[in-house]
């Protein structure tokens, strides 16, 4: 709820007739203007720091832009070096198992071929064991 003061006049003094109707006038435009003046310099000021805030607020927004981009390129390099470097282990441990494979089948083939001596070794014995006993 609002309450609006009126404002009276001072009564006329017998001694200056409409002298107080005339600064009553005087201060109630004096008055007016200082609102006006008071309202248009809030006003001013409230529109110079809303423009600061949005000047400051769209440089930290590039700020922040920009080392988000920063960010996202070191992580993109990252990302690259992790894939060469997975590729790298990844063709040593394809090498390893081929070696390993490898390796795998020449000692089968070296435990085939010792096998092989072995029993003709063995078969060779007993066949002049048998010699021996006619």
């Known amino acids: 709820m609002n309450s609006v003061t009126m404002m009276?006049?001072?009564?006329?003094?017998?001694?200056?007739?409409?002298?107080a109707q005339a600064a009553a006038t005087s201060i109630s435009?004096?008055?007016?203007?200082?609102?006006?003046?008071?309202?248009d310099t809030t006003a001013t000021q409230l529109e110079k720091t809303a423009d600061a805030?949005?000047?400051?607020?769209?440089?930290?927004?590039?700020?922040?832009?920009?080392?988000a981009k920063e960010a996202a390129d070191e992580l993109r390099k990252a990302a690259i070096g992790h894939r060469q470097s997975t590729r790298a282990m990844s063709q040593?441990?394809?090498?390893?198992?081929?070696?390993?494979s490898s390796a795998r089948a020449t000692v089968r083939s070296l435990e085939g071929q010792v096998k092989d001596k072995v029993l003709a070794s063995v078969m060779a014995d007993k066949g002049d064991e048998g010699d021996s006993e006619k």
């Open 8 to 19: 009276t006049q001072p009564p006329d003094s017998a001694y200056a007739p409409g002298v």
């Open 29 to 39: 435009e004096v008055t007016v203007e200082a609102i006006d003046h008071i309202g």
């Open 53 to 67: 805030i949005e000047a400051a607020a769209s440089e930290l927004a590039g700020r922040i832009i920009g080392e």
């Open 92 to 100: 040593e441990v394809s090498n390893f198992c081929l070696r390993m």
